[in-house]
């Protein structure tokens, strides 16, 4: 992780705290530093400044200003190290467990999504698959595997198996999600099954992935459905534990 600077926070945080609001002040600082780090006028790696000497710079307390940092360190925003001080760290994506594809989760969330398409293979498909697809042994399947990127730091290596009748074209998945080509095609995704669950990276993924040997990745398996009941693609992903994770709501029954 780099470290520069933070710009002038102080000046920042003055000019938006608002003292007669009844949102209390600590958590007035922290949407104030939320934003900053959301829109990149405080860029991963920035190094913010003594939590005293901002205190008193703003002429709050310093329970006030530590509670607000604190509120930041718990969403995993913001970092504290010793020796180093507090500093911004990569956010981490956080996805609802719904059928949609990663591409679209990140364009939403304001991140900037991009593919390299490592291999893209189309061979008969084999027993087990073919069998997981729905689909006759020795019918093309197309099994691409992707790295993508958000913001142009790597994510995730996803892993898609898709009869070749219906799959994209290598140049589509350069630029487009899966899901997103797939229904421009006519397909109509209504339901899949999904298992997400966890291990450590192999040495080969650690390096696409940017990660330290045998750091932690969730994993996720997933197959999808159309409105007839047919399989329209079976995937196998990793994500980078340090930077994702997946969201459920649950509701009592």
């Known amino acids: 992780m780099s470290s520069t600077a933070a710009p002038d926070l102080a000046g920042m945080l003055a000019r938006g705290i608002d003292r007669s609001s009844p949102v209390p002040l600590y958590h007035q600082l922290a949407e104030l530093l939320?934003?900053?780090?959301?829109?990149?006028?405080l860029p991963p790696g920035s190094r913010l400044e003594n939590e005293v000497?901002?205190?008193?710079?703003?002429?709050?307390?310093?329970?006030?200003?530590?509670?607000?940092?604190?509120?930041?360190?718990?969403?995993?925003?913001?970092?504290?190290?010793?020796g180093v001080g507090t500093q911004v760290v990569h956010p981490h994506v956080n996805r609802s467990m719904a059928l949609t594809s990663l591409h679209?989760?990140?364009?939403?969330?304001?991140?900037?999504?991009?593919?390299?398409?490592?291999?893209?293979?189309?061979?008969?498909?084999?027993?087990?698959?073919?069998?997981?697809?729905?689909?006759?042994?020795?019918?093309?399947?197309?099994?691409?595997?992707?790295?993508?990127?958000?913001?142009?730091?790597?994510l995730a290596i996803l892993t898609n198996h898709i009869p070749a009748a219906s799959a994209p074209t290598r140049e589509q998945l350069e630029t487009e999600g899966l899901y997103e080509v797939m229904r421009a095609r006519g397909v109509q995704f209504r339901v899949a099954r999904q298992s997400v669950g966890a291990r450590l990276a192999t040495a080969a993924e650690?390096?696409?992935?940017?990660?330290?040997?045998?750091?932690?990745?969730?994993?996720?398996?997933?197959?999808?459905?159309?409105?007839?009941?047919?399989?329209?693609?079976?995937?196998?992903?990793?994500?980078r534990a340090s930077r994702y994770a997946f969201e459920t709501t649950l509701v009592d029954r």
């Open 34 to 41: 939320r934003g900053a780090i959301s829109d990149g006028t």
């Open 53 to 82: 000497a901002l205190a008193e710079r703003l002429g709050l307390s310093r329970p006030t200003m530590r509670q607000a940092l604190q509120e930041l360190v718990d969403k995993g925003l913001l970092v504290r190290r010793r």
């Open 104 to 154: 679209d989760d990140l364009a939403r969330s304001g991140r900037t999504p991009s593919t390299e398409v490592l291999d893209y293979d189309v061979a008969p498909a084999p027993h087990e698959l073919a069998e997981a697809l729905g689909i006759a042994p020795g019918t093309d399947v197309v099994t691409v595997r992707r790295l993508r990127s958000a913001d142009d730091e790597p």
């Open 206 to 239: 650690a390096r696409l992935l940017h990660e330290r040997p045998r750091a932690a990745l969730v994993t996720m398996h997933r197959t999808a459905y159309d409105d007839a009941g047919s399989v329209i693609e079976v995937g196998d992903h990793v994500y």
